[in-house]
Structures are given as C-alpha cells and as structure tokens.
C-alpha cells in the first residue's frame, strides 16, 4: 500500500506523528497478520474459508454466519459438517465447458460469450456432439484477468478484467484498477481502509492503531475501527483534536459504542504525544490526569484509570498553589488516589468557606475562623464520617505546610485539636451469620457456580480472608511450599503494599492449579495474574475489575436463593467474609498474634477489633440466652451493674477453659474444685440451653444407675444420685420453660 504524503513543519504535531508511527502502521489500508490478537478475532472455522471471523465466540466469518441464521442449524457441528458452497467476493469465476478454452461462462450452458455465438449460429446443437471451433488456436493467449486470483482470459486487450470482473468494475462506477483490484483483494479479510482521510487525520489513526497494538488491552478489529474511520471522513477535519470529547461523543452517537471509545482513544493519545506525560507537564495544569504520570498505580496495582483531581475548583489562588504541592509529594510518597481525592476535596470545600469569610490571605487563619469553619463544615451534606475527613485531611496540609516551611505566614495556632471532629462512630459487626455461611459454603450452591474462576475467588476470600484487591491481584504462581511440602498463598497485600502469605489446604490448592491451566488455555504465554480479566486484555496482564466478581456474586446469590435467619435475601459485601473469616478464629480461641500474622495487620489493634466485636456477640446471646443452677434458678448478669465487666471477664474465661459436657463452671479462676466429677451438686455449676440434649441422656443415666443400685441394695449410691436426679429435673424443667418462651417471644 501506499504511505502517507504529507509535508509536517518543525515542532507541530504532524511532525511528531511522522517520527513516532512506525513504517508498518503508515499503509493507506492496513492489512494485519491472519492471527493478530488486537486486530484480528480469528480466522472463520469452516474448511477452505479464509475469511476473518466475526466474533471471537462464534468464531464465523460474515457470510457464514449469516449462512447459519438463516438456514436456523441446531448446533454449530451441523452446520460445519455442510456449510453449503464456498463464499463469494474473492475467488476465480467459473471457465466456459468448452475444452481449452479460459474465457469466463457468459450463459447458462456454460459457454463463454464467443462460444456462445458460434453455437447459436451453429443452431445450437448437443454441447456434447458439437464440433466447437478452438479460439485458443486463433491467434496468441489473450491476457489473463488483472486481478489475482482469477486466471479467465480478457475477451480484448482494451478491457483488464475477464468478463464477470469487468461487469462488476463497471457496476462499481469504473474506479481506478489499481484501486479495485486492491478492494477485490481485500474481501472478506481484516483491513482497516484509510484512503478516504486527510494527511493528518490518517496519521493520527495509524498513530492509534499502532497504540493499540503495543498496549495489547483492548482489541480493535476491522468492523469497530471502520466506522469511526467513516465518521472522521464524513467530517472533513484535519485533525482529531479539533473537536472536544463531548462534542465527539455528540457527532458518534449513532455509532458502535466501541467506535467511539476508539476515537476517544485515539483523540486522548495524540494529545499526549502533543502536549507530553510526566509531572513537568502536568503540574502547572489545574486538572491533573493521573494516568499520565508515570508510576501512580490504581486500586490494587492495576493501571492508574483515567481519573482526575480539578485543583481549578480551589478558588484561592494560593491555596490552590500549596494544594498542589501537597498532593504531589503525597502521590509520590504512595498515597492511593482516593486519599488524595479526599484531600483535594477538603481543600476546595475549605476555599469556599475563605471566600465567604472574605478571608484572602494565609496569615488570616486563626483558630477563632477555623472555629466559625467548623460550625460551617457541621452544616453541610454528608455524614459524620466524611466531615471528620475533610477536617482532619486539612489539618494535615496545615501540619505540611508548616513542617516543609512552604508558607511561614501560615500561623502556628492554625490548626485542630482532638475533639474538633465528629467521634468516630462505633463499628458494628460486620461478618456473616453463621446460618448464611452454611449456605454460602454448601457444596451444592458452590457447584451452581457457571463461572469456576469467579467461584475461586469466593473460595479464596472465605478460606483464607484476603481483601477482594489483593485476591483479584493474584499472580499466576502465587502458590509456595515450606519446607515441609506444606502449600501457602502468597499475595500482595494492596492496602499495607507489602508481600504476605496465608496458609491453604491441598483441596483449595488442586483449584488454583485447574485455574492456572484455564488461564494458559486462553493466554499460552502465560500471563502474570491468575485472574485475568475476560475482555479487553489480550496480553491478560489486566486484573478482573472487583466490580465485575461482584456482578457475578449478585447473580450467584440470587441463583442460590441465600436467605439470611429472617427468610429475607441475603445481600453482602466481599470484605464481609474478611470479618467472618477474623471472627471465626477469634470464636475457635486461636491466639491474636496468630490472627493478626494470617490477616497482615500491622498492629495488633484492627485485629483486637475482631476480637472485641466477637466478644460482645457471645455476650449478648449469653445474656439473652436462659441458664439456671443445680437448684433450677435462673442466673442472669446485669449489663450495668458495677461488677457487668469482671463478671463476665469470670464467665468468658470459664467459657474457653472450663467448659463441661452439661454446663459451664462459675468457680473463680483462683481456687481450684473441691467437687471432682460432682458437678451436678456443685452450687457454683451453670448450664445453658444448648446443653438439653445431654441433661436429658445423663437424666436417662442416673434413673438406671439408681434403679440398679436399688436392686443392690447400694444405698449411699442411691442417695446421691436422687440428689442428682432433683437437680437434673429442676434444671430441665426451667430451661423448657425458657426455651419455649424465647420461641413464643
């Protein structure tokens, strides 16, 4: 094909096209390689078809599946095995029946034009018994048809193409040959045709093309690009960043979705090779686009996304100024961008109180104005927790300010103190009831998962408690062994940016391998994460966006049917399994130092919050629950009496340490029982409910022991055991009692 013309001056953005699209993208109509992942879905399924398929799922080029709609095949086998004649648009026409002779057949008896007439003037006789006359013996070889693939014979020299291909050059307005010729050539197949654009307008496409390709994230084939194409050509421009986003949003609106996210692309691309990348760049703007500095990383270390912090919304200029400055060396330093999000915000929502206050200048700011902007920040929407964000964020840039000495006329009194913010609001617990957790764990509703690595993922998240970034963040070889053959996974924890692991069992272990080879089946050049995301990715170095599992846990829990202890449809979070994998530990009496090493806190006070929460819960079912002594009376701690705490400090520890088959044991932790295995007659015994069914079989016991011993004339056994038969049947009784009240209630 053809390169571009085009005459670029010093320092424009022509220039700069011309010196970074390399010689491969330059062609007016560019062809890719038969397999090219980006451009390129695949080549048709049926035999002999060298056309490019369509869809990437159907895996058919445009003919046959239109071919496949039409004729309404049962399966994709039934059609394969007859998929009808080959394909038209690029193959040779059919020769005249008669022997020897290339002409194209101009009949229906098979005969080309002259053929044809010498057997109407011959009175058209048995094609079989005719004595046809040898036009290839008249006079030298005519010439073969111009285009490539069709051997037939012109029927003059004046005329390119045998007779079926000059009818459709002629039928296609008579275009230059060279230019049909390639248009014959390129049917069927995956191209992208730029003649119809301007100089620099077709360099900024080739420009995008060539983006996608290095990128390998989002594919680009023919029937997505051509339409984006057409548009620009429709428009006349000269260049792509004529027209803003929105009004190319407005000119693509009866356009592919695809194509116009392509033209948005490709618009965003060269104004980053016109204007630049880096923090040089984009600094001294009022809008930073954060993907275009180098080493800001997304949630959960995906790419940065194309997101932006609007400093221009800070109306005080100098404000705006040290804004910027502080944000840069948070950014830097590898604060996330939501944080720095919220700081920008707290910025501009302070820049509004300063221009109501008519406050202009640094110096200005005292704790009698920061009081009066309390009392405003308290007046505006948002909950408790996103004020006290905005204040403390702010209070932040004060402390910078002064620390990095960027502003001295800032006063030292210019700041908040402890109890200026909202309190913290206490946290409520937030792992999954048990009740739902046996259905979210049942193997039948884990088998009704379609999508097995969606599937690994809950599995991942329940066993072992990691955050929904760092599972989605997995590498492809993210499972070691110790020295002892024992498996691990090994993550990165995005929240702390640090390596970690957690120990798995081998059943969880033999589901990531069967992940790893899903994934090499679709990628074989095996990609980085064992999670890829399904679309978009051709390199699959592109993580599964949270959003998307979250889709597929919806639809998965609705499919379930998963109703929580209220028959109400269970809707939670995936960091909820976080809390009930944490809770869970703590219930099983596993050591906090253990739990905090397995979740990866960095101290030992997020991991203390598990266990406090934990602690509340089995207090107040204890509370709720009935229990009653060896005499049947009710025993009950009092929640706001003076001894509530180390009541039930006595009662928990009792609870790990002293449980009994039938009871709990309410000895002081000091002394030690002078009862061995008389529980039942001990006056400091409770028992709860939850222990019926082994009052009852012990009730059963002693009725027999004292029937036997009766019969042997044991009379001491006898007697303490009816002792223990009264206890039994007072204890019983009360707790029936109970029971069938809380049921009743």
């Given amino acids: 094909m053809r390169a571009a013309a085009a005459k ?24 890719p390689a038969p397999n090219d992942p980006v451009f390129v879905a695949d080549q048709c399924i049926v035999a002999d078809c060298d056309r490019t398929a369509e869809t990437l ?82 006079g030298p070889t005519p010439a073969e048809c111009k285009l490539p693939f069709c051997d037939l014979w012109v029927d003059s020299l004046a005329k390119s193409f045998c007779p079926g291909h000059y009818d459709r050059w002629a039928r296609h307005g008579r275009p230059d040959l060279e230019r049909f010729v390639t248009d014959c050539e390129l049917v069927g197949t995956a191209h992208i045709d730029l003649r119809a654009l301007a100089p620099q307008p077709r360099l900024e496409i080739q420009y995008a093309l060539q983006c996608r390709h290095d990128a390998r994230g989002r594919v680009a084939p023919a029937r997505m690009v051509t339409p984006a194409v057409r548009l620009v050509a429709t428009l006349g421009i ?100 939501g944080a720095a999000r919220a700081g920008v915000d707290a910025l501009t929502r302070f820049s509004d109180f300063l221009a109501l ?27 408790n927790d996103a004020k006290r964000h905005r204040i403390s964020a702010l209070n932040v840039f004060f402390q910078a300010v002064r620390q990095h000495g960027w502003d001295d006329s800032l006063p030292g009194r210019a700041t908040f103190y402890p109890g200026d913010t909202p309190p913290i609001r206490a946290q409520v617990d937030r792992r999954l009831a048990e009740f739902v957790m046996a259905q979210v764990e049942s193997p039948a509703n884990l088998a009704r998962w379609s999508d097995l690595s969606a599937k690994l993922v809950t599995l991942i998240l329940t066993r072992c408690g990691l955050r929904i970034s760092s599972a989605l963040s997995l590498a492809f070889d993210c499972v070691v062994h110790d020295g002892q053959g024992a498996p691990y996974l090994r993550y ?47 390199s699959g170095n592109v ?47 596993v050591p906090q130092e253990v739990v905090r090493v397995l979740l990866d806190h960095e101290s030992h006070r997020m991991t203390s919050h598990y266990a406090k929460l934990t602690d509340q819960t089995v207090r107040r079912h204890w509370q709720e629950a009935t229990k009653v002594n060896i005499k049947g009376d009710r025993v ?95 204890m019983i009784g009360e707790l029936d009692t109970g029971t069938e009240a809380n049921v009743a209630g």
């Fill in 8 to 31: 670029p001056t010093s320092g424009s953005t022509l220039a700069k096209l011309m010196a970074v699209v390399r010689t491969e993208f330059r062609a007016e109509v560019y062809v």
């Fill in 57 to 138: 799922a159907q895996r058919l080029c445009g003919a046959h599946s239109q071919r496949f709609r039409k004729r309404g095949y049962s399966s994709m086998e039934e059609f394969l095995a007859d998929p009808g004649p080959p394909t038209r648009g690029r193959k040779a026409l059919a020769a005249c029946v008669m022997t020897g002779c290339r002409h194209g057949r101009w009949d229906r008896n098979g005969l080309c034009r002259k053929h044809n007439g010498y057997w109407k003037r011959a009175g058209q006789p048995d094609l079989a018994v005719w004595d046809a006359p040898d036009l290839a013996c008249s």
């Fill in 238 to 337: 000269t260049s792509l960043l004529e027209m803003s986003e929105q009004q190319w949003r407005a000119a693509a609106a009866t356009r592919p979705n695809q194509s116009l996210i392509f033209l948005l692309d490709a618009r965003y691309g060269i104004e980053a090779l016109r204007d630049g990348i880096g923090w040089e760049t984009e600094y001294s703007r009022d809008v930073w686009r954060l993907d275009r500095l180098p080493g800001i990383a997304g949630p959960g270390g995906r790419p940065c996304p194309r997101v932006r912090l609007r400093f221009d919304r800070i109306t005080h200029p100098r404000l705006r100024e040290l804004g910027k400055r502080w944000t840069r060396l948070r950014l830097t330093s590898g604060l996330s961008i």
């Fill in 357 to 383: 206050a008519g406050v202009g200048s640094l110096a200005d700011i005292n704790r009698p104005l920061l009081e009066r902007y309390l009392a405003h920040a308290m007046s505006q929407l948002g909950g």
């Fill in 492 to 538: 990165f924890n995005t929240k702390m940016k640090r390596e970690a692991a957690v120990p798995i069992d081998e059943e969880l272990e033999a589901a990531i391998g069967e992940q790893q080879r899903a994934v090499l089946r679709r990628w074989p050049d095996r990609p980085p994460l064992l999670f890829p995301r399904e679309r978009s990715n051709v």
């Fill in 543 to 589: 993580p599964l966006d949270p959003g998307t599992y979250r889709r597929k846990l919806n639809g998965w829990l609705q499919a379930c049917d998963i109703r929580d202890e209220h028959g109400c449809p269970v809707h939670l979070t995936p960091h909820q399994w976080r809390h009930t994998f944490a809770c869970r530990l703590i219930n099983r009496d």
């Fill in 636 to 730: 009950s701690i009092d929640p706001d009496g003076p001894l509530a705490q180390a009541q039930w400090a006595k009662t928990r520890y009792g609870m790990a340490t002293q449980t009994l088959p039938n009871g709990y044991c309410g000895l002081p932790l000091q002394k030690s029982c002078p009862h061995a295995n008389a529980c039942l007659t001990c006056p400091v015994f409770l028992t709860g409910p939850e222990f019926l069914p082994e009052l009852r079989e012990q009730r059963h016991r002693t009725l027999t022991l004292i029937d036997v011993s009766t019969s042997n004339g044991q009379t001491r056994v006898v007697e303490m055991n009816k002792q223990v038969l009264t206890n039994l049947d007072r």
